[in-house]
């Protein structure tokens, strides 16, 4: 069965300082994708980072790195720099290689940047 | 990035009508789209998948003929929700992805607050 873990319901960090927001997952496929989504009080799911499987590279995006550590299967996300606006829902994905690539999604953890 | 475009963004209906949500992908052919239920300060929970021009795959304990589901084109893919009841009551959200491209991110709609009273 596939299964992503987010353990920390909440996290508070100082504004400009790093945060990293913990997921482990669980699979027997493969071949899989994972990725982390943001989803402010509006509700919309902003995509931030994906990576996949077999990348050798942890994947960066801007302010956004991938943790990805496979033999532990953890895919944690560092936020660099946290910005006030970076308070959100944060949510860990997997979509694994077979099932018509349906994504699932961890628990959650709720960022709180103070000023 | 592609463009999902999810109406209405919020309803109130009364408790027994009928409500339907579109999903439609502005820029990309999707031949999948998928159908989440989030509950307050919750995860998202598949609800099922909807592939075009066939029957939409439940999730274990989804009533199909409660949560009717078609995938009619492309582009687009409903989801009504049948003799609604405050229980029914929920933030919907549907996500596409580009059949062309494997593993890459799934683009979702704003989401749809369903309101049954």
């Known amino acids: 069965a596939q299964k992503i873990t987010q353990t920390q319901p909440g996290m508070f960090v100082q504004e400009k300082e790093a945060v990293t927001l913990d997921c482990t997952y669980d699979?027997?496929?493969?071949?899989?994708?994972l990725f982390w989504y943001k989803q402010p009080s509006s509700g919309e799911m902003i995509f931030l980072i994906y990576q996949g499987s077999y990348d050798q590279q942890n994947a960066t995006e801007g302010r956004y790195s991938l943790n990805f550590q496979k033999a532990r299967k953890s895919a944690n996300l560092v936020i660099s720099a946290s910005q006030l606006g970076d308070s959100a829902m944060y949510f860990c994905a997997m979509s694994p290689g077979t099932g018509g690539f349906k994504t699932i999604f961890g628990a959650g953890t709720r960022l709180f940047v103070k000023a | 990035g592609a463009v999902v475009s999810q109406h209405p963004s919020w309803v109130i209906c009364k408790s027994g009508t009928s409500v339907k949500i579109e999903c439609r992908s502005l820029d990309f052919q999707a031949t999948t789209m998928f159908w989440y239920r989030q509950f307050p300060k919750q995860s998202l929970m598949l609800m099922a998948t909807?592939?075009?021009?066939?029957?939409?795959?439940?999730e274990q304990g989804v009533e199909k003929d409660k949560f009717l589901i078609n995938h009619a084109s492309l582009t687009l893919s409903t989801l009504t929700v049948t003799s609604a009841h405050p229980e029914d009551s929920s933030f919907y959200i549907c996500?596409?992805?580009?059949?062309?491209?494997?593993?890459?991110?799934?683009?979702f709609g704003q989401g749809t607050r369903l309101t049954v009273v």
């Open positions: 699979t027997s496929d493969p071949s899989y994708g």
């Open positions: 909807s592939n075009e021009g066939s029957k939409a795959t439940y």
């Open positions: 996500s596409a992805r580009d059949f062309r491209q494997k593993n890459t991110e799934a683009f």
